[in-house]
């Protein structure tokens, strides 16, 4: 099955840094997701790009629908100790039968430096 | 606050057995699906279910089986677990088929010894 590319892999940072990460498909989507995963729980939604070129912020997080439709970005600024986790960018295609499942990313790991 | 619930958050079972995995939600939901994520590897879908009594193999069904007898309930069979199936696996449901959110729950860290 199909897997985005999900980069870098993981990330070490000190608290009040931005941070970038991206997601690239061989594949146009319809839709691009950014999920959350804390330590030991379920991946929780962030934002959702509905749109070639549409730029959504959510706080301190700020994500990009690529205009190829086949990369999606996501940003956030000034990190705090929460923002730990794994992130998990996701896409979907056309709601025909058999495309609306939702492909993931394989997550990039943000860990904060004391 | 509308809820994925798994059973277990942690299982520890012996290489053969036969593996329940339950998952249940309270939101009504038509689509439920079956992760299961491993490092480096993200969430690679199991089986999913659009309704009651269906079912479809995801990318990774083998050594999997699923059952969904009731709306808000899709279970998750090993039928004979191996030691390569040791992993975090992950339930999530959605409203309907261009419902464009998951919601998951808080994962089950099976060990198989």
């Known amino acids: 099955g199909q897997q985005l590319n999900q980069s870098p892999q993981s990330m070490f940072i000190q608290e009040g840094e931005d941070v970038s990460m991206n997601c690239t498909s061989s594949?146009?989507?319809?839709?691009w997701l950014w999920y959350k995963q804390d330590p030991g729980e379920g991946p929780v939604l962030l934002i959702a790009?509905?749109?070639?070129?549409e730029l959504t912020s959510n706080g301190r997080l700020t994500a990009q629908f690529g205009i190829t439709r086949k990369d999606s970005f996501l940003n956030i600024s000034a990190s705090i100790p929460s923002d730990v986790g794994i992130y998990f960018c996701?896409?979907?295609?056309?709601?025909?039968?058999?495309?609306?499942?939702?492909?993931f990313g394989t997550g990039t790991r943000l860990t904060i430096i004391p | 606050d509308v809820k994925v619930t798994q059973s277990s958050r942690y299982l520890v079972k012996r290489t053969g057995e036969k593996v329940f995995l339950e998952c249940v939600q309270d939101?009504?939901?038509?689509?439920m699906f079956w992760y299961r994520q491993d490092p480096g590897l993200g969430l690679r879908l199991i089986y999913f279910s659009y309704d009651v009594k269906m079912k479809e193999k995801g990318d990774i069904p083998e050594g999997y089986s699923v059952s969904r007898e009731k709306k808000e309930r899709f279970s998750l069979i090993l039928e004979s677990a191996s030691t390569n199936q040791t992993s975090m696996y992950l339930c999530?449901?959605?409203?309907?088929?261009?419902?464009?959110?998951?919601?998951f729950g808080s994962g089950t860290r099976l060990t198989v010894v």
């Open positions: 939101m009504d939901h038509e689509n």
């Open positions: 999530a449901s959605s409203l309907d088929r261009v419902n464009y959110g998951y919601t």
């Open positions: 996701a896409g979907q295609g056309r709601a025909n039968f058999g495309n609306e499942k939702l492909t």
């Open positions: 594949s146009i989507f319809n839709t």
């Open positions: 790009l509905y749109k070639a070129g």
